[in-house]
């Protein structure tokens, strides 16, 4: 079945508080988070499956995802950051590193009006 807004009855605007929520939640980092938890959806919860996996927003800007065990983070880098693969893309577009370490890395999103950064944490048991 097709949803089509055409085919709605005219429908409700939204109310003051469901505009301020959503000018708290719908921002850069939340669309950042989207596409990061697309690109990893199977990934962390592949063979070598996460314990756990949390990606949560701070502000506007700055988008974070952390999971315990599961894949290295090199491993993760590789999946998020954009590439060619046989005339395919993949990865997040606009996603580049900034700086890695062994268990955290900063990346910075430029695929909007202003940078968003991301913050990747692998923690182990």
Known sequence: ??????????LPDL???????????????????????DVLRTRLFGEDAAI???????????ARVEWQDGPE???VLEHLLPRMIEGTFEGVPGL???TTADAQAQLVWIGTT?????????LDT
Do not use: F, I
């Not at 079945?1 to 005219?10: F, H, K, V, Y």
């Open 1 to 10: 079945m097709n949803l089509s807004l055409a085919d709605q009855p005219t």
């Open 15 to 37: 109310s003051d508080d469901e505009r301020h929520l959503l000018n708290l939640v719908a921002t850069p980092a939340a669309t950042l988070l989207g596409l990061v938890a």
């Open 52 to 62: 756990w996996v949390d990606l949560w927003q701070t502000n506007p800007s700055t």
């Open 73 to 75: 983070l090199a491993e």
């Open 96 to 98: 580049r590193s900034v």
């Open 114 to 122: 202003s940078p968003v950064a991301l913050h990747l944490t692998r």
